[in-house]
């Protein structure tokens, strides 16, 4: 059972602090329960001084001594003072990670959750859009009509380039494919029926989920962030009623519009290349491509669309009024929507498909 | 070493066509405390970031230990920037770490410091500021007065010779902001660092200033010691320091 008396330098630095580190380190025996610093000549403790302070007294705390200092010069008294908690403090250790099984219970315990309201969300948006209009509680025309013009209007060209140029790369690969066995014209059908089925609207429905979808998110995440989703529930306005409803709404309505701007560009795509590429007659084109149209694939393409519309504007909402973490949070939600929306719309891609195809072959 | 730190000459800054500091002249000595006070709206925080390198001046001159600010490129601002540390009215902790990775990360960037010691070194700077059992914490876990102070943490990180504080009181109940106030003189003694300080807290200034600099309309209205400022016969001086409304405020309340 000993104490161990060290003198503190004058200026206690990097330097000095290292060493006197380095001094309690090689003195430290067995059997000494207690470490006394004697900051008599100190008369100044830079930031790394201090450091090297907490440095000692940890080293000392884990050879299980104690850890004191005594004599300070009334020119550090204030420095000490405000040194003095961190200094007798043990270490805070860093939060330990819930176990597997927390982990897992807290993931399911999170995604009911999640479930419950997001379903609480449709059904909220369902009584705005679907009931309460009928009740006297007027839709909010003009943000619905603000809305579709910035998601619908302001998305035409990126949508018409991109389904265009998709429309024109199927064309040059299925024609490569296709040539040995002379039916090219054949792919004027392809290109009808792939877009109206399925690349119209899904191609489309990508475009608006990176555009609309992320916006949407980033937009509430940002409002709640800010607190401005709390200031209109403090002025008694329903959220969904002000915000989500007149989204949901504008991207159903224009939703089908843009897939069918997508579809005559994909089809216009193949045919730049059927036309000036492969040589035939626009009439011959023309005429190729309107007998592969059918109802059916027009309509299944259509019906898509409104569920692409619903899923994505609903996803975007749910997870902006979810977010939690200020702006690394409103990042985290908008990515994660976009990720819903893309798998979500491959999951009702599937469905579709398989409705479609036990109905009608 | 030079007694001055900072020296503005003929500042002028604008946005658009307005402009926010017209012909600002004034200088900041070391060590002192230095509280630039007004009106809202009468350039305090466009002073600070012209101060801090945020914003270049439209013209006129913004010496930093003797160095140009306004002349300066990208990498000699930034190396400029090291030296100071800035405080931000809302704190601006990265939200996304937590409170001791804030600290560190101006460490571990521009420290030149010791990886063994950057962990000490960062509970070091969080006793200063009362937070070293929160270290863990994320900002958002933390009150406003809390957040402000693992601000300061972090400002005062790279052992800065000036330290810019925007608003230190804003949004905090009295003693918290007494608390703050106490912890500033304190840092300042410790570490000897320079503080300019923007504020309109009445009570922050009579406690903490060595000098003012008082704003009005993009003007320097007044400049000096506290003692002389509470002397001063400019009336729209002793109107800040009685809390008097503006006249045509009063009217148009009564009208």
Redesign the interface.
Known sequence: MSETRLNTPEQLNSETGEHLYNEVHRGWRKGVTALVLDLEQTRDIDSPGGAWLLKIAGYVRSKGGKFNWEGQREEIRDFMDMFAPALRMKPVLPPKGPGLLDRVTNGCIDFWGESCEFATLCLDTIYWIGIAPFEGKGLRLNAIMDEAYEMGVRAIRIVFLMNFLLGLIIAMLSAKQVEAFGMQIYVADLIMIGFARELAAVMTAVVVSARTGAAIAAELATMKVQEEIDALRGMGINIVQYLVSPKVLALVIVLPCLSTIGLVSGIAGGAVWGVIVLGFRPAIWYQQTLGAAFMGDLIQGFLKTLFFALAIALIGCHNGLRVSGGSRGVGLVTTRAVVMDIFTMICIDILFAIFFYYLFG | MEDTIIKVTDLVAQYGDFKVLDGVSFTVKRGEIFMIVGGSGCGKSTLLKHLSGLMRPVSGEILFEGNNIAAMDEDELAEMQHGIGIAFQSSGL???MTISENVAMPMREFGG?SKT?ID??V??????V?L??S??L???ELSGGMRKRAGIARA?AL?PTLIYFDEPSAGLDPIMAAGLDDMIL?LR???KTTFVIVTHELDSIRLVADRILMLDKGKVLFCGTLDEAMASPIERLRQFFDRRPDEYITQSNME
């Open positions: 990265f939200n996304s410091i010691l000490d070194l509970r070091f700077k969080l006793s200063l009362g070293a059992s270290q863990y994320m900002p958002g005062i052992d304190k003694d410790m570490l």
